[in-house]
């Protein structure tokens, strides 16, 4: 057998890369798995946590189902890491790096899945339920400030009958002195005038009656508001503050429907529908000639201004009508994926906690690749190491004094086979020798 060639100094310094690795590499192994360990037994935490926020009943049986499920995320993710910190660095094929690559892959999302929401959840779940109140409380108030600015709208239309009813007053007025239809008295013309002045009369004291009704239920609505947002930011559990929410809530939804009721607008539709309808003329033979063109004009402009009030009143109708809101309790958990765009910090940290292990992978492949790469053609003599190389030296020592054991112990043949020529001596074991006895 022929001595190996020996390694070139750049082999040679690669040879001594890869051991300095190799020792920081062991040095790092001591202590990867407890590390590895606290980091799920942390996420088990978190995710025990965000358990209990999900279940309603807070008995033993809860607990202990919390509790296990913690224990088994715990251990999922310590077993899953420990795998692939320990198989994918060693591959060393294509195929068998992209199957643990894409096992890695779906690892993680079941992770994600199955722990890092309820760590965010454990995380920010209380700060998001809070973020839904803040949010739920825009929208009532939204839909309250709506609902007044068309009762408001609505209360407008008083001075558009005002002003018909003045119009006809007038008109009466006149005719009762002879200026319209050239005959002074109270007939027919002046009785269908009164008579339309009265009836927009009515409808202008009961829009004015309608007026301290929607300022004392905007009012009311204001103040369940600051209620409402009172409790999105006073302190104690969540879950309290959201049961008297949820009361408030339910108040404001009737105060805002009893603004949309008292909007006056539909009855002034009516109403002017009803202004050129119910006409009460006197009987024909009863009319002179020279009042029935005033009457046809008379009922002319009753037309007339009934129609600009039904359009004045349909453009109030028009305006937007209040969003119906309806306030929908949510867990922490689903807190902080209906609002997860706002807490992404605490999502980065539930999700680094259980994924941080994959960067420890990549490291490790890294350096195992580096390791295999200066290793280069060096066999196993060339790596080892002082205590190595003694270790072998007696191995070979004892296997030595055991083969000599034994050579004693057996009996001497009758027959001496005949002699064979000696095995030449393994150059490494001579090598070894050598050494040892320098």
């Not at 993680?108 to 109140?133: K, P, R």
Request: proline share 5%; hydrophobic share 45%; aromatic share 6%.
């Amino acid at each position: 057998m022929t001595d190996p060639k020996p390694l070139s100094p750049s082999e040679a310094h690669g040879l001594r890369y890869a051991q300095e690795l190799e020792g920081h590499l062991s040095w790092l192994d001591s202590f990867t798995s407890a590390a590895l360990a606290v980091l799920a037994v942390a996420s088990g935490i978190y995710t025990y946590l965000g358990v209990s926020s999900l279940l309603d009943d807070s008995g033993a049986l809860s607990f202990f189902a919390a509790m296990s499920y913690s224990v088994a995320v715990s251990v999922g993710i310590f077993v899953f890491w420990s795998y692939m910190m320990r198989l994918l660095p060693a591959v060393r094929t294509a195929a068998a790096r992209t199957g643990l690559f894409v096992s890695m892959g779906l690892g993680c999302c079941a992770i994600v899945a199955m722990s890092s929401w309820l760590n965010a959840a454990a995380l920010a779940g209380a700060a998001a339920v809070e973020q839904h109140l803040a949010n739920t409380v825009q929208q009532y108030q939204t839909s309250l400030e709506r609902a007044h600015s068309v009762a408001i709208s609505a209360q407008a239309l008083e001075r558009d009958v005002a002003r018909v009813r003045q119009s006809f007053q007038d008109l009466s007025e006149q005719e009762a002195s002879g200026q319209l239809s050239g005959l002074a008295g109270r007939g027919a013309v002046f009785r269908v005038l009164r008579q339309k002045s009265e009836e927009l009369a009515a409808l202008e004291q009961q829009i004015q009656a309608q007026g301290p009704l929607v300022e004392q239920a905007f009012a009311e609505g204001n103040a369940i508001l600051s209620r409402m947002r009172a409790l999105t930011v006073e302190p104690g559990p969540v879950e309290q503050r959201s049961v008297s929410f949820s009361e408030e809530a339910v108040r404001l939804a009737g105060v805002i429907t009893t603004l949309r009721q008292l909007s006056v607008a539909p009855l002034v539709v009516r109403s002017a529908d009803d202004l050129a309808a119910s006409v009460v003329l006197p009987e024909v033979e009863e009319i002179r000639d020279e009042q029935s063109t005033t009457i046809a004009s008379v009922l002319n402009v009753l037309s007339q201004r009934a129609e600009t009030l039904k359009l004045a009143a349909e453009a109030v109708l028009a305006l937007p009508a209040p969003a119906d809101i309806t306030y929908t309790p949510v867990s922490t958990a689903d807190a902080v994926i209906l609002y997860a765009g706002n807490f992404i910090p605490s999502w980065a940290g539930a999700i680094s906690i259980d994924l941080l292990p994959a960067v420890l992978v990549f490291i490790l492949m890294v350096t195992q690749a580096a390791i295999r790469q200066g290793r280069g053609r060096a066999g196993v003599e060339d790596t080892l190491t002082l205590a190595e190389f003694r270790a072998a030296l007696g191995a070979v020592r004892e296997v030595e004094l055991a083969l000599d054991r034994t050579s004693r112990a057996e009996p001497t043949p009758k027959a001496q086979p005949e002699e064979t020529p000696a095995e030449a001596p393994d150059p490494k074991v001579q090598r070894f020798k050598a050494a040892g006895d320098e």
